[in-house]
């Protein structure tokens, strides 16, 4: 099945600082989804981007299809970004089922 | 218009007993999926439904797990016999359509089996 890589696996950040989180996929892909699970355990939707660019507020991701990753950035972080990041695609002979990636852990710290 | 919902939020077993789990989707929404967290770990498939039919269960295990979405109600996810390795968070997604739609998730079950 698709593999699903993401780095790096932990960040620690000072507040108001950037980041850059990776997603690496092994196969073309249907769907990609960046969530966000924070320390109550709720997985928040961030962005639906199987390719391109989208911002939302201080989060933005691009997906470069062709070139099988994607890219969260977190800019001016604050304490309440912490929580682990996960991407997880839809693709491949995988038919509608997401595949998760091992998600990035991070902390900010104020 | 509410999202996901999920219930119990928080659901303890003794070995042995069984476990009920039930989503309801997003109004409108016809496709349900079902996914398991373990401790520590990213979240893994086990079961996609639409209405009254299993489209694919290949995530879920062969013994003990089974899961319905009926013509009415909430789709429920049925664990006999839980041991303590089914202890996890177990989330439900729904999307709108099969083709390329967003899965909005819900708040999670999470079950522990004493």
């Given at each position: 099945?698709?593999?699903?890589?993401?780095?790096?696996?932990?960040?620690?950040?000072?507040?108001?600082?950037?980041?850059?989180?990776?997603?690496?996929?092994s196969?073309?892909?249907?769907?990609?989804?960046?969530?966000?699970?924070?320390?109550?355990?709720?997985?928040?939707?961030?962005?639906?981007?199987?390719?391109?660019?989208?911002q939302?507020?201080?989060?933005?991701?691009?997906?470069?299809?062709?070139?099988?990753?994607?890219?969260?950035?977190?800019?001016?972080s604050?304490?309440?970004?912490?929580?682990?990041y996960?991407?997880?695609?839809?693709?491949?002979a995988?038919?509608n089922?997401?595949?998760?990636?091992?998600?990035?852990r991070?902390?900010?710290?104020? | 218009?509410?999202?996901?919902?999920?219930?119990?939020?928080?659901l303890?077993?003794?070995r042995?007993?069984?476990?009920?789990?039930r989503c309801?989707?997003?109004?409108?929404?016809?496709?349900v999926?079902?996914?398991?967290?373990?401790?520590?770990?990213?979240?893994?498939?086990m079961?996609?439904?639409q209405?009254?039919?299993i489209?694919?269960?290949?995530?879920?295990?062969?013994?003990?797990f089974?899961?319905?979405?009926?013509?009415?109600?909430?789709?429920?996810?049925?664990?006999?016999?839980?041991?303590?390795?089914?202890?996890?968070?177990?989330?439900?997604?729904?999307?709108?359509?099969?083709?390329?739609?967003?899965?909005?998730?819900?708040p999670?079950?999470?079950?522990?089996?004493?």
């Amino acid at each position: 099945g698709i593999q699903v890589e993401q780095s790096p696996p932990d960040l620690i950040l000072q507040e108001g600082a950037n980041s850059t989180l990776r997603c690496n996929f092994s196969d073309s892909v249907n769907n990609l989804q960046w969530f966000h699970q924070n320390p109550w355990g709720q997985l928040i939707n961030l962005f639906y981007i199987p390719s391109g660019t989208k911002q939302n507020g201080r989060l933005s991701a691009t997906t470069v299809a062709t070139e099988r990753y994607s890219l969260l950035y977190i800019s001016s972080s604050q304490t309440t970004d912490s929580g682990v990041y996960f991407c997880a695609v839809e693709g491949g002979a995988a038919g509608n089922k997401l595949t998760f990636g091992g998600g990035t852990r991070v902390l900010v710290k104020p | 218009n509410a999202g996901v919902m999920q219930n119990p939020r928080h659901l303890v077993r003794r070995r042995g007993q069984e476990a009920r789990l039930r989503c309801s989707p997003m109004k409108g929404h016809s496709h349900v999926y079902w996914y398991r967290q373990l401790p520590e770990e990213g979240l893994k498939f086990m079961v996609y439904l639409q209405k009254e039919n299993i489209i694919d269960e290949s995530g879920m295990p062969k013994e003990r797990f089974s899961a319905e979405f009926p013509k009415e109600g909430p789709s429920i996810l049925r664990i006999q016999q839980v041991v303590r390795g089914d202890s996890a968070a177990y989330f439900c997604a729904s999307s709108l359509d099969r083709e390329q739609q967003t899965q909005y998730f819900g708040p999670g079950t999470r079950l522990l089996v004493l």
